[in-house]
Antibody, heavy 117, light 112 residues
Framework: QVTLKESGPGILQPSQTLSLTCSFSGFSLSTSGICVSWIRQPSGKGLEWLATICWEDSKGYNPSLKNRLTISKDTSNNQAFLKITSVDTADTAIYYC?????????WGQGVMVTVSS | DVVMTQTPVSMSVSLGGQVSISCRSSQSLVHNNGNTYLSWYIQKPSQSPQLLIYKVSNRFSGISDRFSGSGSGTDFTLKISRVEPDDLGVYYCGQGTQYPPTFGAGTKLELK
C-alpha cells in the first residue's frame, strides 16, 4: 500500500525558509523510474507543480520559482524534502507531495503552510 | 508553459445523469516517445486530489468504468456516466508531456 505524508512548520514569517518533509511507504526512491513531486494549492485555487526528484537523483524545478527551490531525498529513510527560501504571503498554501511526474498517482493528505508576520 | 483550459468552470448534474468535461492544451501533448501524458484528477471536498485517468484513457487502479477519457493532440474529454454522490468535487486535467507539468483550473461538479 502506497502512502505519503507531508510535514512542515505550519506558520512562518516572511523572508524565512520553508522546509517540508514527505515521508512515504509502499515504494522506494531507489527503484528505477520512481519520482516524487511537490505540488501546492493556495486556498480555493488550483494546483501548481513545484519540483520533482527521481530515483537517479535528477531534479526538476518550476522555472517561476526555480531560484528559491531545493528538492532532495533520503532514500534509506523513504523521505523527500523541499526547501523554499525567502517566503512571502503568496507562498501560503496547502503543500502536497505525490508520486510521479505526471501522472501523479498517489498523493499525500497535504500540509497547510501559512506565511504571516 | 503549456496552458490547460478546462470547460465548463462549473456544472450541475442530477444523480444518475451524465457529464462531459473538456480540456484543451495550448500545445500538443504527444511526447517524443509516442505517449500522451494527459491525466484527470478529482479533488473531493477537503481531500487531496486523486488520479482517475492517465495517458488520456487509462483508468487508474480501482476507478469505476463510469469514468472514461478520450481525445488526442490538444483536445481531451472526461465523461462521467450514472453520476453518484461520491463523484461531486473539482475535476482537474493535467499534463506531464511538456516541462513543467501543468494543470487546468478545474471544473466543479455540483448536484442539480
Amino acid at each position: 500500500q502506497v502512502t505519503l505524508k507531508e510535514s512542515g512548520p505550519g506558520i512562518l514569517q516572511p523572508s524565512q525558509t520553508l522546509s517540508l518533509t514527505c515521508s512515504f511507504s509502499g515504494f522506494s526512491l531507489s527503484t528505477s523510474g520512481i519520482c516524487v513531486s511537490w505540488i501546492r494549492q493556495p486556498s480555493g485555487k488550483g494546483l501548481e507543480w513545484l519540483a520533482t526528484i527521481c530515483w537517479e537523483d535528477s531534479k526538476g524545478y518550476n522555472p517561476s520559482l526555480k531560484n528559491r527551490l531545493t528538492i532532495s531525498k533520503d532514500t534509506s529513510n523513504n523521505q523527500a524534502f523541499l526547501k523554499i527560501t525567502s517566503v512571502d504571503t503568496a507562498d501560503t498554501a496547502i503543500y502536497y507531495c505525490a508520486r510521479g511526474t505526471g501522472p501523479f498517482d498517489y498523493w499525500g493528505q497535504g500540509v497547510m503552510v501559512t506565511v504571516s508576520s | 508553459d503549456v496552458v490547460m483550459t478546462q470547460t465548463p468552470v462549473s456544472m450541475s448534474v442530477s444523480l444518475g445523469g451524465q457529464v462531459s468535461i473538456s480540456c484543451r492544451s495550448s500545445q500538443s501533448l504527444v511526447h517524443n516517445n509516442g505517449n500522451t501524458y494527459l491525466s484527470w484528477y478529482i479533488q473531493k471536498p477537503s481531500q487531496s486530489p486523486q488520479l482517475l485517468i492517465y495517458k488520456v484513457s487509462n483508468r487508474f487502479s480501482g476507478i469505476s468504468d463510469r469514468f472514461s477519457g478520450s481525445g488526442s493532440g490538444t483536445d481531451f474529454t472526461l465523461k462521467i456516466s450514472r453520476v453518484e454522490p461520491d463523484d461531486l468535487g473539482v475535476y482537474y486535467c493535467g499534463q506531464g508531456t511538456q516541462y513543467p507539468p501543468t494543470f487546468g483550473a478545474g471544473t466543479k461538479l455540483e448536484l442539480k
